[in-house]
């Protein structure tokens, strides 16, 4: 009986080792994407009954695809534009994970990281974020 509550503590203690570094190395990945280094801005929605995800990828060369297919290429003066309201947003140092039934996303990716946030219609504090998406969504038109 020692033997199997000893076991315990040392699966429990090692569980919560992992646990905790597991979310050290996401929240140092968040902190090192920054719109000066991204190759990518991933956004879009998903949720509901079925679960579905619509997304899109904006490359750092102006192409925004929708999975594989390429769907058209914005300009460099949009492209600033939009990573200025980015900028304006200071989405680097959001910090919002909360999906709901219905979710929304933008997420800045480069290589070895990406920082995402995550909103509902219901989350506080989204109205810099739901502007940046709504001009997000007009390049996809």
Known sequence: MKF??????????????????????????????????????????????????????????????????????????QLKDLLTALESANINSIKINDPGNLYYFIALKNSSSEHRVVWNDLTKDASALKSVYETLLLFTK
Do not use: D, P
């Open 4 to 77: 199997i509550v000893s076991l315990f503590f040392i699966t429990l203690f090692f569980s919560s080792c992992a646990i905790c570094k597991r979310s050290q190395k996401a929240s140092n990945n968040s902190a090192s994407c920054t719109i000066e280094n991204f190759t990518e801005i991933a956004f879009g929605s998903g949720g509901g009954f079925t679960g579905s995800v619509e997304g899109y990828r904006l490359l750092k060369n102006g192409r925004l695809m929708q999975g594989e297919k390429m769907i058209k290429t914005i300009s460099k003066s």
